[in-house]
């Protein structure tokens, strides 16, 4: 199994730019969540999903979309890149425990620099 | 929001006991999760306390009260290679809100 895995590594975009980092899991997860991660600011919740089809905004949402249209998939798209939007970008999946969110599997993470 | 409150920095030597404080609002908790995070790569979970009480893991041991909304991250006999970020975050419904994490810089 690959696990939680991410594309791309790493990414320059120039301010205005627009893209998307995937992300994909193989162990069959409801739950999917997009983080990004920045000194001194732990880890933020962008948006996320508990199902396929389905999306919820999490803690600092604004200049970011997302679809699940595949179980095993959640994109996250930058419309229009902004020099703040520079981060580290985790994606993870997790299952259910009764009802309430269980143990976080992590991507790699995506370096994204927007100048 | 929830605030989760741990120390941004602890130093500690090899083979040494450390224990990380994290403090959380009581409302709205569904368990208590510590993540280990090396620099430069992702988060990997450690250990999750919904009851009062110690859970023992090897090395690693994690105490909840909540009635205090109050946990630590014990990590006996520390290693060289426990030197990392440990992250703190309290469980919600269908999410998870992490604290800033607290850097372990273990010393020989």
């Known amino acids: 199994n690959a696990g939680v895995t991410q594309t791309p590594k790493f990414r320059v975009l120039k301010t205005g730019q627009s893209m998307t980092l995937l992300c994909a899991q193989d162990?069959?997860?409801?739950?999917m969540y997009w983080y990004r991660q920045d000194p001194g600011m732990g880890l933020r919740l962008i948006h996320y999903?508990?199902?396929?089809?389905?999306?919820a905004k999490g803690e600092v949402p604004d200049g970011y979309n997302v679809s699940r249209l595949k179980k095993q998939n959640f994109l996250l798209g930058l419309e229009s890149a902004a020099p703040s939007q520079t981060s580290v970008y985790f994606c993870?999946?997790?299952?259910?425990?009764?009802?309430?969110?269980?143990?976080?599997?992590f991507g790699p993470g995506t370096r994204l620099t927007v100048t | 929001g929830q605030n989760i409150d741990q120390p941004t920095e602890m130093t500690a030597t090899e083979g040494a006991i450390v224990q990380i404080n994290c403090t959380y609002q009581?409302?709205?908790?569904?368990?208590l999760f510590w993540y280990q995070q090396h620099a430069g790569e992702a988060p990997t979970f450690l250990s999750y306390?919904?009851?009062?009480g110690l859970e023992e893991k090897g090395r690693f041991s994690s105490f909840l009260s909540r009635s205090k909304g109050y946990s630590y991250l014990l990590l006996k006999e520390l290693q060289m290679k426990d030197s990392a970020s440990y992250l703190c975050?309290?469980?919600?419904?269908?999410?998870?809100?992490f604290g800033t994490g607290t850097k372990l810089q273990v010393i020989p």
């Open positions: 993870a999946s997790s299952y259910p425990w009764t009802g309430m969110i269980g143990e976080q599997y």
């Open positions: 162990m069959n997860h409801e739950y």
């Open positions: 999903s508990v199902g396929e089809g389905t999306t």
């Open positions: 009581t409302s709205g908790f569904n368990g």
């Open positions: 306390n919904v009851l009062d």
């Open positions: 975050a309290q469980g919600g419904y269908q999410k998870v809100t």
